[in-house]
């Protein structure tokens, strides 16, 4: 009988790696390039032999192949030594058990560590480059490329099916949209079967998936209410998903009915948000083996209207949808921008042990943890801004975690060190937060960590004691639990000081139960708006506090409370000044609850600006709250309240302000932290080059330059501004930006870009 062996041999092959190899042994790669040129051209592969079910495959250094085949074949792996881009005139489709982006000749089949024997990227040696469109020439509009992660049998299913990026340049960009989400414009009723959005939608088309958040509530029940016994939402959700069968200007016609109603009225207006792009990475079996993605340090490239969907291993620590994996500062100015991360077992986006990100305009959508997630607590000066977060289921806390006072119990966005920006996100109907800053010392955490300074000298720092270097304009609404929660149990644990006080800015909560939890000494909210709430401020713990411009409206039982912990108490002094009440009908408790004692004598609080518009207590409009701990003496609080007449409060030492008593000025802020920049994109056309970037500051951005030239700032919000600059390409190809803010302060740790690296 006659065997052709040149058919056998490649088969036995194959049979033996799939069954022998372990994740630690180098691969034997059974399909190579020969040279560049199509994936789809036989003579791109060493011996004509192109990559078939189960390879192992490698696209060797200095080789630039296009992948131009939609094949739902599955590779077992692929090793990018060299450049692998996708076609941007032919629709994609990759089948693959495992992805490194990684520099040398031999890999391992490991889905999570980078190869010991990898070379280091050294100037000007060409990086591994695996690019799915580029910012400047993105995937565009009607060209479609999806990656599509398989799981192996025998493979390690802890690390595998995955991404990896081990110093190369990963670039996964698909067509632009000009909004991710929007809010809607008028409200939507039961049986619609069209929406309005604020906006017009030219780039959203038919059959693109979108959501329609919910304006419900939370519904509280008694006794463990809280507690998360299994994974996943239990209660009833009021987000809707659809898909979209007619877009004209602003008005999206939907596959079929809403079942809910969402409100678009003032500041309470649902989102609608489109989870379609034309770029997908994704598990090829949801209810199987997830995969996940991650950069290393000293890698390259970025996202952008990407969809990453069915991702995330479930209870596995490091195995995220979207992992900046103790990157620093090696990505500088990389990120995530519009891109949407649904329906994840572990996280959306999660930023660990990395400094300098810009996340921006993405949508997060049913997450089992928390979300938008920086892991460690020495992050420092990344952007988190115009992000919607929306349903992040409580889970148990992940084995081997580093922060194990978090219990991963599904915050919309969860974070632990101060010193990062925080702008105009939105967070809805998560487990238990819409945003939650959490940071405590534990028997075995100790939060005196080495962070980079603003000179960008490391030294040690009790990160408890780094204010949030912007914290303005986000939005909360229909959470489970919090809205907005800072800071911990432990009084004074997390603090500034009178000059360095944590600030937050124009706030807005609704459809709530407790709207903002303030657990930190020395803070300034400044902005605050709650309707249609339970609690407001909840058991905040005063100590050197200061709000500014707080409305209340429809609040049914506590919109302020007493003070911190269980027993309510004031630990310092505290002011409110410009305190609003519109439409609060409470049965028991008083508009403004106070405390009799506190825990040291001599405590005082100052009100001023106190306005009633239809809202009445059954108490009092200020008084005692709380039962038997009201019949105590001891360390009498005296409140004042100025340019307010005093409703009839049961107590001596709440009185109308004399003269003797003026408004006293807790905190006086200071601003000495220089702007932090970010280089976005450098793009280089004919003889000219334009950069653009992001600064951000806890103040106002000013001036901008690169290599010594002003740029123009296009736009500049809650101190995060945008800008450009069209200059001649430098010699040495390197590109210097700094800036400077409205105090004068100018940025130390500038940042400097080899435009070859990018």
């Known amino acids: 009988m006659y065997i052709r062996m040149n058919l056998i041999l490649p088969l036995l092959c194959t049979l033996l790696l799939t069954t022998a190899i372990s994740a630690a042994d180098p691969v034997v790669f059974n399909a190579r390039t020969a040279h560049g040129g199509k994936w789809s051209d036989a003579q791109t592969w060493e011996g004509g032999r192109k990559p078939q079910a189960g390879d192992f495959v490698q696209v060797r250094a200095g080789h630039v192949v296009t992948y131009d085949v939609n094949s739902d074949v599955a590779l077992r ?12 005139e032919v629709s994609t489709l990759l089948d693959v058990g495992l992805i490194k982006v990684e520099p040398g000749e031999t890999t391992t089949e490991d889905g999570f560590d980078c190869h010991d024997a990898a070379p280091a990227p050294q100037a000007g040696v060409a990086i591994p480059v695996l690019e799915i469109g580029t910012l400047a020439s993105p995937i565009p509009a009607g060209v479609k490329a999806t990656i599509r992660l398989r799981q192996f049998k025998g493979t390690n299913a802890e690390t595998l099916p995955a991404i990896i990026a081990c110093g190369g340049r990963w670039d996964v960009h698909g067509a632009p949209m000009k909004r991710t989400w929007l809010k809607l414009a008028a409200p939507a009723k039961v049986g619609d079967v069209s929406v309005r959005v604020d906006e017009q939608v030219s780039d959203w088309h038919v059959g693109d998936r979108i959501i329609i958040t919910t ?94 969907r069915h991702l995330g291993k479930e209870g596995v620590l490091g195995k995220y949808s979207i992992h900046f994996h103790l990157v620093r500062d090696t990505m500088r100015g990389s990120g995530v921008l519009g891109a949407s991360i649904w329906d994840s077992h572990n996280r959306w986006v999660t930023v660990h042990g990395t400094d300098h990100l810009l996340i921006r305009d993405c949508v997060g959508y049913q997450s089992r943890g928390h979300g938008f997630f920086l892991e460690d607590a020495t ?32 915050a919309g966005f969860w974070w632990a060190n101060g010193r990062n920006t925080f702008t105009r996100n939105v967070a809805c109907e998560n487990d238990h937060y819409g945003f939650h800053f959490q940071i405590a010392k534990t028997p075995d955490f100790n939060p005196v960590l080495r962070v980079r300074s603003p000179d960008g000298k490391v030294a040690e720092r009790d990160v408890r004691t780094l204010p949030f270097m912007r914290f303005e304009d986000n939005e909360s609404h229909s959470n489970g639990l919090f809205e907005f929660r800072f800071g911990d149990e432990e009084h004074g644990s997390v603090h500034g000081d009178r000059e360095y006080p944590f600030i937050v800015r124009n706030l807005r909560a609704w459809a709530a139960h407790y709207a903002i939890r ?54 310092g002094d505290f002011t409110y000044d410009g305190l609003i009440f519109a439409d609060c009908t409470l049965k028991n408790d008083p508009l403004v609850q106070l405390t009799a004692i506190g825990p040291k004598p001599g405590l005082v609080a100052h009100f001023r600006g106190l306005k009633l518009t239809n809202s009445t207590s059954g108490s009092s409009v200020v008084d005692f709250g709380g039962g038997p701990r009201t019949k105590k003496t001891e360390h009498p609080v005296s409140y004042y309240f100025h340019d307010s007449p005093v409703p009839r409060v049961a107590s001596a030492q709440v009185k109308d302000a004399d003269k ?17 920049t970010l280089i976005t994109s450098i793009h280089v056309e004919g003889t000219k080059c334009t950069v653009r970037g992001v600064s951000h500051d806890n103040g106002e951005i000013v001036t901008v330059s690169v290599n010594g030239l002003p740029a123009t700032i296009t736009t500049q919000q809650a101190g995060v501004a945008d800008w450009s600059i069209t200059l001649d390409p430098p010699a040495d190809s390197r590109y210097l930006a700094k800036a400077t803010d409205l105090a004068g302060n100018v940025e130390l740790m500038t940042r400097e870009v080899a435009h070859q690296s990018r």
Request: charged share 20%; net charge negative; proline share 7%.
């Open 77 to 88: 792996m692929l090793h990018v030594a060299g450049k692998l881009t996708f076609s941007r």
């Open 215 to 308: 304006s419900e509530a939370p519904a509280i029940e008694s006794g463990t209410t809280f507690q998360i016994k299994s994974r996943g939402r239990q209660k009833p959700i009021g987000t809707e998903e659809r898909v979209i069968t007619a877009v004209e200007a602003s008005v999206l016609t939907l596959d079929r009915p809403l079942e809910k109603a969402h409100r678009s009225e003032g500041m309470m207006r649902c989102e609608v948000a489109n989870l379609s792009r034309n770029v997908v990475i994704e598990s090829a079996e949801p209810a199987g083996t997830r995969g996940h993605t991650m950069y290393h340090r000293d890698s390259s490239g970025g996202i952008s209207y990407a969809e990453f």
């Open 379 to 410: 992050e420092q000066w990344n952007v988190l801004d115009r992000n919607l977060a929306v349903q992040s289921f409580g889970n148990v806390a992940l084995p081997k975690q580093v922060l194990s006072f978090d219990p991963n119990d599904g």
């Open 518 to 571: 303030p657990n930190m000494q020395f803070f300034l909210l400044e902005g605050l708006r709650v309707q249609d709430a339970a609690f407001g401020i909840y058991h905040p713990d005063y100590d050197a506090h200061v709000y500014r411009d707080i409305a209340f409206h429809n609040i049914t039982s506590e919109p302020i409370n007493g003070g911190h912990d269980e027993l309510s108490l004031p630990y």
């Open 660 to 676: 003797s008593s003026a408004f006293p000025q807790l905190l006086a802020p200071m601003d000495d932290l220089p702007p932090a």
